[in-house]
């Protein structure tokens, strides 16, 4: 990788997350995206000669921020978060919300609240290296349960997601893409984009490799929580009222869904 780019080093952790450590190679600086698993983190940090700078949380589950205090009480790290959800991320140090940049050694970040998994879900967008780091907000050919939001949040947050370019990789929490294909095909079945993603899908998981990152582009064309206008997917839940009624309906059929 050049030397003038975001280093990013990506690996599984627990059942199905993926970790994320982010490396200025000029400065030195290494956050960790969440903390999933403080030690497998550690043991990344140790495999890539990195110290730990900050951790750049993006929601309050323990799968996401369970490693804070942790990584703080071992290398002193700065913990940054979303000012929405303070008190319950693990060791705070700086409060960010919808418009704020963060400035990683010589890159910047914008961080966008995106509220629907949880109340205090936030995004972290590098624009110019067209990277994005979204939690459990959007996923590949997914999106997060509605477990603290409305339909009408989500989609306004993965709104904000898909003001972005299209070459924007999107780096998701989770290996969830195999069984979110699974669902999308049964509501847009139709979407010749998405019958040939999911090929590759299949040939990269019976491989056992990652389909994360995912482009933007890809998701707009495929991903069912992006389409709620999509006249095949309307046609195919029997739904044709507003995009958001069309949304949630979706929602609730991955939610109910067993295949």
């Avoid at 590098?126 to 990277?131: K, M, Q, R, T, V």
């Avoid at 019958?195 to 490799?209: A, E, S, T």
């Avoid at 707009?220 to 389409?227: G, M």
Wanted: proline share 4%; with cysteine; aromatic share 8%.
């Amino acid at each position: 990788m050049v030397e003038n780019s975001l280093i990013v080093h990506m690996f599984p952790c627990l059942s199905d997350n993926y970790g994320y450590l982010i490396h200025d190679l000029e400065t030195g600086l290494t956050a960790t995206i969440d903390t999933p698993d403080g030690d497998e983190i550690n043991r990344q940090l140790v495999k890539q000669n990195w110290q730990l700078s900050h951790i750049l949380n993006t929601h309050h589950h323990a799968d996401h921020a369970g490693g804070n205090q942790q990584l703080k009480r071992q290398t002193g790290c700065e913990i940054i978060g979303p000012r929405a959800d303070a008190a319950r991320i693990p060791g705070i140090d700086v409060q960010l919300s919808d418009g704020d940049n963060f400035q990683f050694g010589r890159f910047t970040a914008t961080v966008y609240d995106t509220p629907g998994h949880t109340r205090g879900h936030i995004v972290y967008h590098f624009a110019e290296e067209h990277i994005a780091f979204v939690g459990d907000t959007l996923f590949a050919l997914g999106c997060g349960r509605l477990f603290e939001g409305t339909p009408a949040q989500m989609w306004n947050s993965l709104q904000k997601i898909m003001r972005w370019n299209d070459n924007t990789l999107i780096y998701c929490a989770h290996e969830y893409t195999q069984a979110n294909a699974r669902f999308a095909i049964t509501v847009e079945p139709d979407n010749q984009r998405l019958q040939q993603r999911m090929d590759w899908i299949d040939q990269q998981r019976y491989k056992n490799l990652p389909t994360v990152p995912s482009r933007l582009g890809d998701e707009r064309a495929t991903n069912p929580f992006l389409r709620p206008d999509s006249e095949n997917l309307q046609k195919t839940i029997g739904l044709e009222g507003s995009v958001v009624d069309v949304f949630a309906r979706t929602r609730e059929l991955k939610d109910q869904f067993r295949g």
